[in-house]
């Protein structure tokens, strides 16, 4: 009769816990709030982006030096490396948890006695203290939770990596962008002071008049306020890329030449990319591992509800003298078995704890699982439009620049006014820097591509 209630206890102990939810897959998370993005077809060739090593995508000089520099120094990943160390001692000493801890001890007493004398006690010996039988799971629970906060630390860190390969290539084309501007710059300073000279010898002559003097004197100027603006954010650009470095620019790196070109390799990422791509991408895959820490958890504050079996116990020698200690063995042997009756609802907070914060890795992992999707709809779709618009702006370049030669050849014959040369000269260098720009995001959206698709080692 004590057997059956007590087995009746445990079972109502046990269902007090409640029934557990199935951790969702990767296509019931992106399905939660967001639809699939529209991949293109999945029949394209090549080698998909989570298989290409950052050393085959980014083929800059520049870059083959730059990125295994920040690598090695960059002190977030440092800080992924040391999260990776601190979760692998967390995991081993939860699974040392499920062994007994045996000590050594030598222990000396002595107490007055009912006589008026000392009594005295030596002990020395191997101890087991309070080892703890691992019958419910509780142990195993909470050392998958820490292997599983492992596997997340690991997938950090290689998201770390990826984000830190594709920040140095984003760091690397703003820089190129900003050596582009700069040339660009400096020769529309050139031409301009060139245009101020031949107004100020027409107005000297008295053919030109002082409205276009000023004209001139003030594209000059704001010509000069641009090369001011471009070389200070290319001071801040390098300061940017020092920063993820982790160190000084290397001695004998070559200088930016100002050509984005040498990012089009990227352009060559195959046109189908399956949605399944995105399970190997290493935020996923952490958001994943944080949601069957969660439930591990959850299964250790179950285990609460039920018995706790533990062992103590040692074998050694004993003796009222120190000089005959080793000549009497002794032992003890004590299980016990606790259960919890009455813990004010101790054992209810934290299997309620345990289970909201289940709740919300689930939602981290949705989220995960939909801002990727959203990370490839966006990186595509640039893909589909920024080499349109590259397109269209150099041709604006060409209309603009055929302008300015017939301005300036309508301008030297006399039938043109210099406010027209001057306006055409504005007019080019608006389309030239918008062309450096749409340049520069076309290669960082080649990079956002590769990024978000899972990247390589």
């Known amino acids: 009769m004590k057997t059956a209630l007590s087995l009746l206890t445990l079972a109502l102990l046990a269902a007090c816990a409640g029934p557990e939810t199935k951790k969702p897959s990767a296509a019931e998370a ?71 801890t045996v000590n050594a001890g030598l222990t000396g ?29 509780r142990l195993r629970s909470l050392g998958s939770a820490a292997q599983a906060q492992l596997l997340a630390a690991e997938a950090n860190q290689l998201a770390v990596r990826n984000a830190l390969v594709a920040a140095v290539a984003t760091a690397e084309i703003a820089l190129q962008a900003d050596e582009a501007l700069l040339k660009l710059t400096r020769d529309t300073l050139a031409s301009r002071e060139q245009s101020l000279s031949l107004i100020r010898q027409r107005f000297d002559g008295g053919i030109a008049s002082e409205l276009d003097l000023r004209a001139g004197e003030s594209a000059l100027q704001a010509a000069r306020v641009a090369l001011a603006q471009t070389q200070r954010q290319r001071a801040l650009d390098e300061n940017a890329l020092v920063l993820l470095l982790g160190s000084a620019l290397p001695p004998g790196l070559p200088a930016p030449t100002g050509l984005l070109a040498d990012f089009e390799p990227l352009a060559e990422l195959p046109a189908g990319v399956p949605s399944e791509v995105l399970t190997r991408r290493p935020d996923i895959r952490q958001a994943e591992a944080q949601l069957a820490a969660a439930d591990a958890n959850i299964g250790a504050a179950r285990a ?27 032992w003890s042997f004590a299980p016990s078995l606790i259960q919890p009756l009455f813990d004010a609802g101790r054992n209810r907070a934290n299997l309620a704890g345990a289970r909201a914060a289940r709740d919300a890795a689930t939602a981290q992992y949705e989220k995960a699982v939909q801002s990727a999707f959203r990370d490839v709809a966006d990186a595509l779709a640039g893909r589909a439009t920024l080499g349109e618009q590259r397109a269209a702006q150099g041709a604006l370049v060409d209309a603009e620049a055929r302008r300015l030669a017939l301005a300036e050849e309508r301008y030297r014959a006399g039938i043109a006014s210099s406010l027209d040369v001057l306006d055409a000269q504005r007019s080019l260098f608006a389309a030239q820097q918008a062309l450096v720009q749409v340049q520069s995001q076309r290669a960082q959206n080649l990079v956002a591509v590769y990024r978000v698709l899972g990247g390589g080692s």
């Open 109 to 137: 007493s002595r107490v007055p006695n009912a006589s008026g004398g000392i009594t005295s006690t030596y002990q020395a010996g191997l101890q087991v203290s309070a080892y703890e039988i691992d019958l419910f799971g």
């Open 304 to 330: 609460a509800f039920l018995p706790r079996i533990t062992l103590t116990g040692s074998f050694g020698t004993a003796s009222s003298e120190l000089s005959g200690l080793f000549k009497n063995s002794v």
């Open 30 to 100: 992106a399905q939660a709030a967001l639809p699939a993005p529209a991949f293109p077809n999945a029949g394209g060739s090549g080698t998909a982006a989570a298989e290409l090593p950052w050393a085959q995508a980014f083929q800059g000089a520049r870059l083959q030096q730059l990125i295994p520099l920040a690598l090695a120094n960059n002190r977030d990943l440092r800080v992924a490396a040391a999260n990776i160390e601190a979760a692998r001692a967390t995991a081993a000493a939860r699974d040392a948890d499920l062994w007994p």
